[in-house]
Each structure stands twice: as structure tokens, then as C-alpha cells.
């Protein structure tokens, strides 16, 4: 057992002085939703850099830190890459616009929704149309610990079945995605694709997204070669999920991604 000692990971350094990403606090709620919603553009714009838009199709949500029953999300029908502050949206359980310009995606609402509604712990979820993760998950099963890229969503991930390929247009319809959340950081939708929800933050979901839609395509190439894989044995899956598939990991990750949007990308703050 690692001593961490006032550190939540054992790669937050031991050394002070050292740069290092440091997590946020706030003075005011209103200095928490700017935050949130400035990462949430981000996700938008990382997604957009790993090609992982389709059409109109793909939605990113955040709740509002001080009107938890309402989350933000990106607007219907605007590219992850034009998304910006301006442009982002505040909407209710019941699919209601109640800040922004932009008409909200049924779909998103409908998935989103009830998974926020399902489960007041979760901050932040991510879902989107991507080639690999889509091709995935129409085997129906789940990912397996070949890597330990992969080792960092062992027994943290659930694959959905029930409704599978049918588009959640109808209230009901993402009841089986929001209990299916329980305890874990993703899902497989059979037949549709990836889903990703986070208790920490949506620079976890976000990167936690990216991150499995790469252990898909992995899986796939590794399926590809016609050669079976040595699966990690589940003591040490376990452990290094616990290193490098928490939700601070998560966090972490994301941060070298923020820096180089905002140097590249400042319109993401217009």
C-alpha cells in the first residue's frame, strides 16, 4: 500500500515548489459556474480536436453549481468546435431552455436528463457519435484489461443492452442509461455507443470519454490482428485502476489538453 499522506494521488508530487496543476476553488457560486462552463467549451473544443463529432449528433453536460436541478450543455446544431460561452445553454429536467439562444438536442436532453435526475452525484456527462467507440459497441461487450489504458476502466464501466439501437426521442427512454450509472465512470450502449459520467468534474467525463473511445479503437486493432491478447490478471487490473482511473486522474489529464486550447483557441471565452 502506497502512503499518500495529505495527497489524493500518488502523482501529485511530493516535492513543494514544483509546477503543478492545482484543483480550482471558488469565493461564489457565480465564479464556480464561469469555471464550469469555460471547462465545459473546452470538452466541446477537445472534442473537436479528436475528431469526435458527428453531424449534430453528441452532447456534453454540467450542472450548475448553485441551481443543481438545471445543467448546462452545448447548443443544438453548432459544431464542438464553434462552441463557446456565449453560445452555451441552461436547461431543465423537462428539455425547458431556460438561459442561451439555442434550441436544446432532444436526444442529449432525454440521455442527460435522466441520468442527472437518476443521480444528484453526477456532475458532468459526455456523449458522442465516434467511430470507434460506436463499432464497439455494437459487439456488446465489454472492455477488456489488455492495457493499462484499459485496466483504468476494469470493473468501473457497464454495458447497456436493453433499448439498444433504438434513439432516445421519448422521455422514457434513457430510464435504462440513468440506472445503469450506478457506481461507475461508463457506459456501452449497445448499438449506439459511448457514455461517460463523472462526480468530479467535466474535465473527468470529458477526458474519460476520449480516453475510452482510444481503448476501443485498441481493442478493435488488437481484434484485427487475429492474435489473443494476455489479459492483466484482475489484483493487478484492480490496482492500476486505482492509480490511473480515478476521477482526479481524470481531472489531471484534462489539464494539459485546457492549456493548449487556451492558447490556440481564446475565442472559446467570446
Avoid at 34 to 50: D, G, I, P, S, T
Avoid at 141 to 147: C, F, G
Amino acid at each position: 500500500m502506497i502512503e499518500l499522506g495529505n495527497r489524493v494521488s500518488i502523482y501529485q508530487p511530493e516535492q513543494r515548489g514544483l509546477k503543478f496543476p492545482e484543483l480550482p476553488t471558488f469565493s461564489s457560486y457565480a465564479q464556480e459556474r464561469q469555471h464550469r462552463k469555460e471547462r465545459l467549451v473546452a470538452a466541446c473544443r477537445a472534442f473537436a480536436l479528436h475528431g469526435l463529432d458527428y453531424g449534430f449528433a453528441g452532447h456534453l453536460t454540467v450542472r450548475d453549481p448553485e441551481r443543481p436541478e438545471l445543467y448546462w450543455t452545448n447548443p443544438m446544431a453548432v459544431h464542438f468546435a464553434q462552441v463557446k460561452v456565449s453560445n452555451l445553454i441552461l436547461v431543465d429536467h423537462e428539455g425547458q431552455v431556460v438561459e442561451g439562444d439555442y434550441a436544446v438536442n432532444r436526444a442529449g436532453f432525454i440521455l442527460h436528463a435522466n441520468v442527472h435526475e437518476e443521480h444528484p452525484d453526477i456532475i458532468a456527462m459526455c456523449h458522442a457519435h465516434t467511430v470507434y467507440g460506436t463499432a464497439f459497441a455494437a459487439l456488446g461487450r465489454p472492455i477488456e484489461p489488455i492495457t493499462q489504458d484499459a485496466c483504468a476502466f476494469f470493473e468501473d464501466h457497464v454495458i447497456i443492452g436493453d433499448e439498444a439501437g433504438a434513439v432516445a426521442v421519448e422521455n422514457h427512454a434513457g430510464s435504462n442509461v440513468a440506472k445503469a450509472f450506478k457506481g461507475v465512470k461508463a457506459a456501452i450502449h449497445q448499438n449506439h455507443g459511448l457514455l461517460t459520467a463523472s462526480r468530479h468534474s467535466i474535465e473527468a467525463a470529458a477526458f474519460w470519454f476520449i480516453a475510452l473511445e482510444r481503448c476501443c479503437q485498441q481493442q478493435l486493432l488488437i481484434d484485427a490482428s487475429g492474435h489473443k491478447p494476455t489479459r492483466v490478471p484482475p489484483d493487478r487490473a484492480r490496482y492500476s485502476r486505482e492509480h490511473v482511473g480515478s476521477e482526479y486522474i481524470g481531472w489531471l489529464h484534462f489539464q494539459p489538453i485546457w492549456e493548449q486550447l487556451l492558447q490556440n483557441e481564446p475565442d472559446m471565452f467570446d
